[in-house]
């Protein structure tokens, strides 16, 4: 079945610093695929998206680009401010699946030191 | 405009009770969802919904029972809590666009079962 990983955590870096959190992903079809991002507290909110191949999904400095040859979708943001502090999930959703259920890595927690 | 909103935010049950989660979004969505969101393993899907009167079971259902009687309320049912159900649960909806869609996510339920 479909599937996703992600690099774990915790990913730590000084603000100002470079960000890429790696993403692969396992899928049958050309699935549409997510970046969501949770705040702590809070539920999770789409960060970016991208839907089929070459696409660039960006949003608040941060950039993904949907890679199908290498089937990966990292994230990465070129500057971290410590309000970036939290926790990153990848999800992809098949195109094939008539729920459109998302189907999610398990989490990269970001801290993010001043 | 609330968006999606869960009650209650927080609960302990003991190993047998049961109890009900509410869901509801105010955003006329088709599709509902159910996660539980455990260390380490990102969101399962556990039941969901394609409109009012229908569910679906997800990933990880067993132990859980699911209601959407209006198309605004998807209600989660625990009728006999075990200590494996202890988790956060997250509710969902989304418009009827398509694997591309963006899934609004609520705050989040969390359970302990003792």
């Known amino acids: 079945g479909d599937s996703v990983t992600q690099m774990e955590g915790p990913v730590t870096l000084s603000e100002e610093a470079f960000l890429t959190i790696n993403c692969t992903y396992t899928?049958?079809?050309?699935?549409?695929l997510f970046w969501y991002v949770q705040y702590p507290g809070e539920g999770l909110q789409l960060l970016l998206k991208?839907?089929?191949?070459?696409d660039k999904g960006s949003n608040k400095g941060f950039e993904a680009t949907y890679r199908k040859e290498t089937t990966s979708f990292h994230l990465e943001k070129g500057s971290v401010q410590v309000s970036d502090s939290a926790v990153y999930f990848c999800?992809?959703?098949?195109?094939?699946?008539?729920?459109?259920?998302?189907?999610f890595g398990s989490g990269t927690r970001l801290l993010v030191r001043p | 405009n609330a968006g999606v909103t869960q009650t209650p935010k927080f609960r302990v049950l003991k190993t047998g009770q049961s109890m009900t989660l509410l869901c509801a979004q105010d955003?006329?969505?088709?599709?509902m969802y159910w996660y539980r969101q455990d260390p380490g393993m990102g969101l399962r899907l556990i039941h969901y919904?394609?409109?009012?009167?229908?569910?679906a079971k997800g990933e990880v259902p067993d132990g859980y029972n699911v209601s959407r009687l209006k198309k605004q309320n998807f209600l989660l049912g625990l009728e006999s809590a075990a200590p494996s159900q202890t988790s956060v649960y997250f509710c969902?909806?989304?418009?009827?666009?398509?694997?591309?869609?963006?899934?609004?996510f609520g705050p989040g339920t969390r359970l302990t079962v003792l």
């Open positions: 899928a049958t079809g050309y699935p549409s």
């Open positions: 955003m006329n969505h088709e599709y």
């Open positions: 999800a992809l959703s098949d195109p094939g699946d008539s729920s459109y259920k998302l189907i």
């Open positions: 919904s394609v409109g009012e009167g229908t569910t």
């Open positions: 991208a839907t089929k191949a070459d």
């Open positions: 969902a909806s989304s418009t009827r666009q398509g694997p591309e869609g963006e899934q609004f």
